[in-house]
């Protein structure tokens, strides 16, 4: 019998709506607790836009990110590269598992 094997495609927007969260549905949760970690550590940082007032607990980071006039393309550099480098670890793991699968189903010639 051969084994269930999820699709890999649902594994992109997930990591779009949650960094991680695309690791997670692939198996990978130690990797998508790291991303999910991660991106949550840039989102303070774009909060505070210091790393020693990223831990300050004066004011929540959502409320700052969401002041759009006052944030520039420079923080949000932070947790939007961390966001596309989990993207490309997710097409990462796919293309692995594609190639992978893709050379368990040759047949092996035994050169007679």
Request: aromatic letters at 10%; hydrophobic letters at 60%.
């Given at each position: 019998m051969i084994g269930f094997t999820r699709?890999?495609?649902p594994a992109y927007?997930?990591?779009v709506f949650v960094a991680g969260l695309g690791h997670c549905y692939l198996g990978h949760w130690k990797?998508?607790?790291i991303w999910f970690l991660l991106y949550?550590?840039?989102l303070a940082f774009l909060s505070a836009r210091t790393v020693s007032g990223a831990f300050e607990l004066d004011a929540p980071f959502v409320v700052t990110a969401l002041q759009f006039e006052q944030?520039?393309?420079t923080d949000v550099a932070l947790p939007l590269s961390v966001l596309i480098v989990?993207?490309?670890d997710v097409y990462l793991?796919?293309?692995s598992k594609r190639t992978g699968a893709t050379a368990g189903a040759e047949p092996h010639s035994n050169g007679s």
């Open positions: 699709p890999i495609w927007p997930l990591s990797r998508g607790v949550v550590l840039s944030v520039a393309f989990c993207l490309l793991i796919g293309l």
